[in-house]
């Protein structure tokens, strides 16, 4: 099945910085990538996704890039604000294992924005 | 348009005990999964509906887990004689079919603490 590996755990950037996750996935299958931000105490959100027929995707200060060939995905964000304070979670969709439709989680990336 | 709601949103149980988790997804969304998200860990799939469709169970951890979805609507996880290792965020989503591209809107979870 799928395996989704990211980095790093825990990332302090200060107030204006840039911040980059990155991931890795194994299933050359997938081609589905969503980017999913979870708050204290809230469900997971997702803020940005990205298919496997495009190299990058950017909305704003958010930006996802990936590298079909390497088998891995990266999260930028750009001018950090103190509201982008959160855990950070890539997924992968898999064809085995997450259900049939279903998405294979990284163990997620604890930002935090120093002001 | 309400979200997808969960409840109770916080349970503590005695080992050895049964739980019931509920899960109301969006109105109209025919996929509903389950996961656990243990502490400093991503979030582990458990088990998916789609439709009238047969359930994947490939990721309920024992026998002691079982989920139902009555009408299509309303699902709950049931976890028989509670183990301290059964201590975690329960997090249900559903998204509008079960393609592999659709988002997954989340619930705000169950956390379940196990004494």
């Known amino acids: 099945g799928e395996n989704v590996e990211q980095h790093p755990s825990t990332l302090s950037v200060q107030e204006g910085d840039s911040a980059v996750i990155k991931c890795t996935y194994s299933?050359?299958?997938?081609?589905?990538f969503p980017w999913y931000k979870q708050e204290l105490g809230k469900g997971p959100q997702l803020i940005i996704d990205i298919r496997s027929n495009v190299g990058e995707k950017k909305d704003q200060r958010i930006a996802v890039t990936l590298n079909k060939t390497a088998k891995h995905f990266s999260l930028h964000i750009t001018e950090t604000q103190p509201e982008d304070s959160a855990v950070y979670f890539c997924?992968?969709?898999?064809?085995?294992?997450?259900?049939?439709?279903?998405?294979?989680f990284g163990k997620g990336t604890h930002l935090i924005i120093q002001p | 348009g309400a979200g997808v709601s969960q409840s109770p949103s916080n349970k503590v149980t005695e080992k050895g005990k049964d739980v019931e988790l509920r899960c109301d997804p969006i109105s109209g969304h025919t996929a509903l999964y389950w996961y656990r998200q243990s502490l400093g860990q991503g979030l582990e799939f458990l088990i998916y509906?789609?439709?009238?469709?047969?359930?994947?169970k490939s990721g309920l951890p024992s026998d002691r887990f079982s989920a139902e979805r009555t009408g299509g609507s309303v699902s709950t996880l049931t976890i028989q004689r509670t183990q301290q290792e059964d201590s975690a965020v329960y997090l249900c989503?559903?998204?509008?079919?079960?393609?592999?591209?659709?988002?997954?809107?989340f619930g705000p979870g169950t956390r379940l603490t196990v004494l």
């Open positions: 989503a559903s998204s509008l079919q079960g393609s592999r591209y659709n988002e997954q809107f």
């Open positions: 997924a992968a969709n898999s064809y085995s294992g997450g259900g049939a439709d279903g998405l294979t």
């Open positions: 509906f789609q439709g009238n469709s047969a359930p994947d």
């Open positions: 299933d050359s299958a997938s081609n589905y």
